[in-house]
C-alpha cells in the first residue's frame, strides 16, 4: 500500500512534480489522425486552432506495417507545427499502443524523449486494472526524467474490456497522471461478446416495445430503441467525476449518419461527459456544438444564478422563476453550465460572441 502522502512524489527521481488537480482544458473534439499517413499528416498545420485537441494515433487503424512511420511522423508534426501541444492553442495527445502488444514499449520510449515536451497526453488503450496505470506511471516518470521534462505528461485510458469496466474506479485512481477515461465501444462489445459489428452507437434490435392493447400481440406496438453504452457511460461518470478527472464518448463510426452521431453525443454530455472522438473533419462541428451548453442553457443558468444571488444570504434558499422552484442544488447544476461557457468563451471567439450577447430579461 502506498501511502496517501507519497501520492504526489515523482516517481522517480527529478521527474517533475505530479500535479493535484488536472487542468480543465477544453477539449470537447479529440481529432484522430495517422500520422504514417500523408495526406492527414499534411492537413495537421492548418487544423491547428480550429480543434481542441489533435491525437496523432499509433494503435488500431494504423497497418502493423506502418508503425514506426506512424510513430516517426508524430514526431516530425510535433516538432515542425507551430502551436500544436504544450502552451499551444491545439492540445497535443498520442494513442499508443497497448502494453502488451509488439509496439506499446517503444511508442513511450520514442516519444516522450523526443516530443514529451509538447505532448499533453498519452492515451493508453485496453487498460485492464491499476497495475497497467501503475506501470506506464513510473515508466513515464522514468523517461521523464532523463528528458529533463519539467511538466507531468498526463494519462488516459480507454475503457474497452470487461476487466477494464469492472475495476474502472481503481484505474481512475491509480494515479495523479490519470487525466480521463473514453469509451472503446468496438473493443468493448468484442470481449464482452457482445452480438453487434459496430463502432459506437445504437442498433435496431436493442429495444423495448410498448405492452400489447386489447390483448393484441401481433397488433401495432410502439418500438424504443435503447442505448447500448448508457450502462458503461453511467459507470466511467461516476468513477471520473469520483476521482476529478474527465469522461468521453468514444468513437462513432458511422460517418455518414451525422444525426445519429450527433444524438450519441448529446446523451454523453447529458450524463456529464465533456468531449468525444472525431474521426472524420465534421465530426468536429458536431463535437463542438454538443459539448458546448446552448445559449438557452446558459441564458437560463445565468438567469437562476442572479434570482438566487439577489435573494441575498450567500445564493441560499429557494425561489420561483417561470413557475418552477429553483434552489441551492439547482443552482449547483446551473454553475456547472456557467463555468463551462466561461472556460469554452475563452478559447472559442465565436462562442464568446453569442454568450455575451444573451439578456437575462424577457
Ligand atoms: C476504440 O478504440 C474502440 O475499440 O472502440
Ligand atoms: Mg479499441
Redesign the pocket.
Same mark, same amino acid.
Given at each position: 500500500m502506498r501511502s496517501a502522502k507519497d501520492f504526489f512524489r515523482p516517481l522517480a527521481v527529478g521527474a517533475p512534480t505530479p500535479l493535484t488537480e488536472i487542468p480543465a482544458r477544453p477539449s470537447r473534439a479529440i481529432h484522430f489522425f495517422d500520422p504514417s499517413n500523408p495526406k492527414m499528416a499534411a492537413k495537421v498545420p492548418d487544423m491547428v486552432g480550429t480543434v481542441d485537441v489533435l491525437l496523432g494515433n499509433l *494503435? =488500431?487503424a494504423v497497418k502493423a506495417d506502418n508503425k514506426v512511420a506512424a510513430r516517426e511522423g508524430l514526431v516530425k508534426i510535433a516538432r515542425e507545427t507551430p502551436g500544436l501541444g504544450g502552451d499551444g492553442p491545439t492540445q497535443l495527445w498520442t494513442r499508443v499502443n497497448a502494453l502488451d502488444s509488439p509496439w506499446g514499449l517503444d511508442d513511450l520510449t520514442t516519444l516522450v524523449p523526443a516530443i514529451g515536451d509538447r505532448l499533453d497526453v498519452i492515451m493508453v /488503450?485496453?487498460v485492464q486494472g491499476a497495475e497497467d496505470i501503475h506501470y506506464v506511471d513510473r515508466l513515464l516518470a522514468q523517461l521523464e526524467a532523463k528528458a529533463g521534462l519539467d511538466r507531468p505528461i498526463l494519462v488516459h485510458a480507454?475503457l *474497452?474490456t470487461a476487466r477494464g469496466v469492472a475495476n474502472v474506479e481503481e484505474i481512475c485512481g491509480a494515479s495523479p497522471r490519470m487525466q480521463g477515461l473514453s469509451l472503446?465501444p468496438? =473493443?468493448?462489445a468484442a470481449d464482452r461478446r457482445m452480438k453487434t459489428t459496430r463502432v459506437g452507437g445504437g442498433h435496431p434490435g436493442y429495444l423495448v416495445r410498448q405492452d400489447p392493447e386489447g390483448g393484441e400481440i401481433n397488433g401495432p406496438r410502439t418500438t424504443y430503441q435503447q442505448d447500448l453504452w448508457h450502462y458503461t457511460i453511467a459507470r466511467m461518470v461516476d468513477a471520473c467525476a469520483m476521482h476529478g478527472i474527465y469522461p468521453y464518448y468514444? /468513437?462513432f463510426g458511422d460517418i455518414t449518419d451525422v444525426v445519429a452521431c450527433e444524438d450519441q453525443f448529446r446523451n454523453a454530455f447529458l450524463l456529464g461527459c465533456v468531449g468525444t472522438w472525431s474521426l472524420h473533419p465534421k465530426q468536429i462541428a458536431i463535437a463542438n456544438r454538443v459539448f458546448s451548453p446552448s445559449v438557452e442553457d446558459v441564458r437560463h443558468a445565468r438567469r437562476v444564478a442572479a434570482a438566487m444571488s439577489a435573494l441575498g444570504g450567500g445564493g441560499t434558499g429557494a425561489v420561483m422563476l417561470d413557475g418552477k422552484m429553483e434552489d441551492d442544488a439547482s443552482l449547483k447544476q446551473c454553475l456547472v453550465m456557467v463555468e463551462l461557457a466561461e472556460q469554452l468563451a475563452a478559447i472559442d471567439p465565436e462562442l464568446k460572441k453569442q454568450y455575451d450577447a444573451i439578456e437575462l430579461e424577457g
Open positions: *494503435e =488500431d /488503450p485496453k480507454i *474497452e472503446g468496438a =473493443d468493448l468514444g /468513437p
